[in-house]
């Protein structure tokens, strides 16, 4: 299953953007689908995971202005980012994760880089 992210791009202080995570066949049985950034010089970040029990996890830096969300239909999850600040300038990458027969697996999208500007 390969992941392609979209919705990145250039928005200014307070502006929102809608990231998306599109998977080309099912996500799996047992899933979990997250996003992470990646600001220069940093480490790679959690940002927030969506199972397909719909179990939600975000980070205390992102709690209140991010949400994201899925389409099991579409293979998709959203990540609706509102009130975006300079520090959340990163590139921006979808993760999965799942579980078959005991074992775990992961696959990482190309990113999509977001810059918000002062």
């Known amino acids: 299953v390969q992941l392609q992210a979209s919705g990145g791009g250039l928005v200014q202080a307070g502006g929102s953007l809608r990231l998306s995570c599109a998977a080309s066949g099912s996500l799996g049985a047992i899933n979990a689908v997250g996003w992470y950034r990646q600001a220069p010089g940093k480490q790679r970040e959690l940002v927030a995971t969506?199972?397909?029990?719909?179990?939600?996890n975000y980070s205390d830096s992102v709690k209140g202005r991010f949400t994201i969300s899925r389409d099991n239909a579409e293979n998709t999850v959203y990540l609706q980012m509102n009130n975006l600040k300079p520090e959340d300038t990163a590139v921006y990458y979808c993760?999965?994760?799942?579980?078959?027969?005991?074992?775990?697996?992961?696959?990482w999208g190309r990113g999509t880089e977001v810059t918000v500007s002062s």
């Open positions: 993760n999965h994760r799942w579980w078959s027969e005991g074992y775990e697996y992961q696959n």
């Open positions: 969506i199972t397909n029990g719909l179990g939600i």
